[in-house]
């Protein structure tokens, strides 16, 4: 049997070494630099898009044998989550002022804040997503030892690990928008819903859950928002194997990759390139 992760206690570990890991100044005299802290400080003022976590980083604050290391290597997009979590938490609270750098998610983040904050009726269940609010997205840098396997070394037990992949690029896709957070708006009672898109295809939400809709039991009719919603760059790409990696007699493998972010638009065809996901 395997024993269940106690993943309140693995998030404050990931805390733990966001405001504690330091790394040495170029400048003797100067005191070690907070390297996560200020990367923090840099997403909470708009600069930073991209979260890089080194692996490394993580084995030599915990150690090379730590458990938190093996467990990012063999559940990868979980401790992604709570990696971004923890970044949550360390975050200076979101103030309800609107300037001019804000877009429109800003804009209903505050104006909700400043209904909750003048009493009026809010229906629990269009509490924000956590998706909505962030501006960064986590990634894992592969430690350093690490070699590329081929892809056809890649197996079902890779499924929700840490893999790290050396191919050639034969094709890529034009950069699209993908949908994240879907909002909508209630024709009727003015509330907006929220939904999560996990996937690259969903179902739109048809009718208004809010307290007031369910209550008069006349729901009102949603209008998907697409200002108010969270696209994110999306981009496919196709890699294959090298000469040097397929057997004699055998026909290269290929694998589509799915970058999004600022991963996109960095490989082109005939490029080689290493992957990490």
Same mark, same amino acid.
């Given at each position: 049997?395997? +024993?269940?992760?106690?993943? +309140?206690?693995?998030?404050?570990?990931?805390?733990?070494?966001?405001?504690?890991?330091?790394?040495?100044?170029?400048?003797?005299?100067?005191?070690?630099?907070?390297?996560?802290? #200020?990367?923090?400080?840099?997403?909470?003022?708009?600069?930073?898009?991209?979260?890089?976590?080194?692996? @490394?980083?993580?084995?030599?604050?915990?150690?090379?044998?730590?458990?938190?290391?093996?467990? %990012?290597?063999?559940?990868?997009?979980?401790?992604?989550?709570? !990696?971004?979590? +923890?970044? @949550?938490?360390?975050?200076?609270?979101?103030?309800?002022?609107? &300037?001019?750098? @804000?877009?429109? %998610?800003?804009?209903?983040?505050?104006?909700?804040?400043?209904?909750?904050?003048?009493?009026?009726?809010?229906?629990?269940?269009?509490?924000?997503?956590?998706?909505?609010?962030?501006? !960064?997205?986590?990634? !894992?840098?592969?430690?350093?030892?690490?070699?590329?396997? +081929?892809?056809?070394?890649?197996?079902?037990? &890779?499924?929700?690990?840490?893999?790290?992949?050396?191919?050639?690029?034969?094709?890529?896709?034009?950069?699209?928008?993908?949908?994240?957070?879907?909002?909508?708006?209630?024709?009727?009672?003015? !509330?907006?819903?929220?939904? #999560?898109?996990?996937?690259?295809?969903?179902?739109?939400?048809?009718?208004?859950?809010? #307290?007031?809709?369910?209550?008069?039991?006349?729901?009102?009719?949603?209008?998907?928002?697409?200002?108010?919603?969270?696209?994110?760059?999306?981009?496919? %790409?196709?890699?294959?194997?090298?000469?040097?990696?397929?057997?004699?007699?055998?026909?290269?493998?290929?694998?589509? %990759?799915?970058?999004?972010?600022?991963?996109?638009?960095?490989?082109?065809?005939?490029?080689?390139?290493?992957?990490?996901?």
């Amino acid at each position: 049997m395997f +024993a269940t992760a106690n993943y +309140a206690e693995e998030r404050g570990k990931c805390e733990q070494m966001l405001q504690k890991f330091s790394v040495l100044s170029m400048n003797p005299e100067d005191p070690p630099q907070k390297k996560y802290l #200020e990367m923090i400080a840099e997403v909470n003022a708009q600069q930073r898009t991209s979260f890089p976590i080194s692996l @490394d980083d993580v084995s030599s604050f915990f150690g090379e044998s730590s458990e938190l290391l093996s467990n %990012i290597l063999c559940n990868t997009r979980r401790y992604v989550e709570l !990696f971004s979590e +923890a970044i @949550d938490n360390l975050l200076p609270a979101r103030s309800n002022r609107i &300037s001019d750098d @804000d877009d429109v %998610i800003d804009v209903l983040v505050s104006q909700r804040i400043q209904q909750v904050a003048a009493g009026e009726q809010v229906d629990l269940k269009t509490i924000f997503p956590r998706e909505l609010l962030r501006r !960064f997205s986590v990634t !894992f840098t592969p430690l350093s030892h690490m070699k590329p396997h +081929a892809i056809r070394e890649i197996r079902a037990s &890779s499924v929700g690990a840490t893999v790290f992949l050396r191919g050639i690029v034969t094709r890529t896709t034009d950069v699209r928008p993908q949908m994240v957070v879907a909002t909508y708006s209630c024709e009727r009672c003015g !509330f907006e819903t929220y939904q #999560e898109v996990i996937s690259r295809t969903f179902r739109m939400i048809d009718n208004c859950q809010s #307290e007031r809709c369910t209550s008069d039991k006349t729901p009102g009719r949603l209008t998907l928002q697409t200002r108010g919603s969270k696209f994110i760059p999306f981009q496919e %790409i196709h890699i294959q194997e090298l000469s040097n990696q397929v057997p004699i007699g055998h026909i290269p493998r290929s694998m589509a %990759i799915h970058a999004f972010g600022e991963q996109t638009r960095v490989a082109n065809p005939g490029d080689i390139i290493h992957v990490s996901g």
